[in-house]
């Protein structure tokens, strides 16, 4: 689950992609809500404007992201890696 709420704060621009196009959009408002986000973006301002960009991928560029800490990573740092499904201490490459 993403933590730092600080990514999300008002003014901030991200990226959103829906359906291969691509814009920015700024942070108006955030919270969490019942374990979900709920956010206003500057310049959607009816629920038609809102339905319009339902299923739309956010995306915050990876040089404003927080490193990690101690032992832990970012998924996408993930992409590229062997995986091996380690049994009595031998290691058999899955992928």
């Known amino acids: 689950m993403f933590d730092d709420d600080r990514l999300l704060d008002a003014g901030r621009s ?3 992609e ?3 196009i691509s814009r920015v959009v700024e942070i108006e ?4 809500q019942h ?3 709920v956010m206003k973006f500057a310049g959607i301002d009816t629920i038609e404007d809102a339905e319009k960009i339902v ?3 956010l ?3 990876q040089a404003d992201l927080p490193a990690a800490e101690e ?4 998924t996408f740092h993930l992409r590229g890696c062997r995986v091996y499904a380690m049994q009595d201490g031998e290691g058999e490459y899955i992928g």
Do not use: K, N, T, V
């Open 35 to 37: 374990g979900r986000f």
């Open 29 to 32: 408002f955030f919270r969490r």
């Open 59 to 61: 995306r915050i560029p």
């Open 14 to 16: 991200m990226q959103l």
């Open 55 to 57: 299923g739309a991928e």
């Open 18 to 20: 829906l359906g291969g």
């Open 71 to 74: 032992g832990s990573f970012y």
